[in-house]
């Protein structure tokens, strides 16, 4: 037996309306949906061409500050002594009697003067009686030095010459001592004057106030090679 439908309640003949309904609703539901967007969602534009202003951030330091000294105490000492003014009419008397001095005896007080001692250990440049180097002076030491030097080879061979400036002090036992260079074109040169240097005889020491003290000299001392 074969079943027949009714054209009127067939749903395949409404089919294609149905569907068209569905998407006008959906489509109306999205558009509703973006309209409905909550403001503070809403992405705003960036101006790119406004241009950046950065902060310099600077650190803040902050400096120790020193406790206040405290403050400086003054000692004031007071003198309690009383002078006592004596009027002009008032007699002094004195303990000496001046009767026991004859008429014709002269009153001398003696002082006795110590002589001054020079202490002081630093050396002189001039002194009354200056130091003497074998009855001489400095010349005359000049002139032994430079007949007991001898020409280093090493500055010889390199044609190292010129001349060497030496200082020195002569004590007060007439020893020569505080060998210094002051100005040497080389080593060699001036090892070889402090070598003559040391080997110096006693001279007569200086005097100031007739006291013994340490005199400082400047030698200059030639090396020249000769041709």
Excluded: C, H
């Excluded at 074998?134 to 007991?148: A, P």
């Excluded at 010459?161 to 030496?166: F, I």
């Amino acid at each position: 037996m074969q079943i027949k439908k009714n054209p009127k309640v067939d749903v395949q003949n409404i089919r294609g309306l149905l569907l068209e309904i569905g998407l006008a609703v959906a489509l109306l539901i999205v558009i509703v949906a973006f309209l409905y967007t909550p403001r503070e969602y809403r992405i705003e534009q960036v101006d790119m061409q406004v241009a950046v202003v950065e902060e310099e951030i600077t650190e803040i330091t902050r400096q120790d500050q020193k406790p206040p000294e405290p403050p400086k105490r003054t000692e004031i000492t007071v003198i309690t002594d009383i002078l006592n003014i004596v009027t002009n009419d008032e007699k002094i008397e004195t303990s000496v009697d001046f009767a026991e001095f004859a008429e014709d005896v002269e009153i001398i007080q003696q002082v006795a003067v110590e002589e001054e001692n020079i202490e002081d250990d630093q050396p002189f440049v001039k002194v009354e009686q200056m130091p003497s180097f074998m009855g001489g002076d400095l010349m005359t030491f000049r002139n032994w030095v430079q007949s007991k030097v001898r020409f280093p080879q090493i500055a010889q061979e390199n044609g190292i010459s010129g001349r060497v400036l030496l200082m020195f002090v002569i004590e007060r036992d007439g020893t020569l001592t505080n060998i210094q260079v002051l100005q040497t074109p080389d080593s060699s040169l001036s090892d070889e004057a402090i070598r003559v240097l040391k080997t110096s005889p006693k001279w007569t020491p200086g005097k100031q106030r007739n006291q013994s003290v340490r005199v400082k000299y400047t030698l200059p001392i030639d090396f020249r090679i000769q041709n």
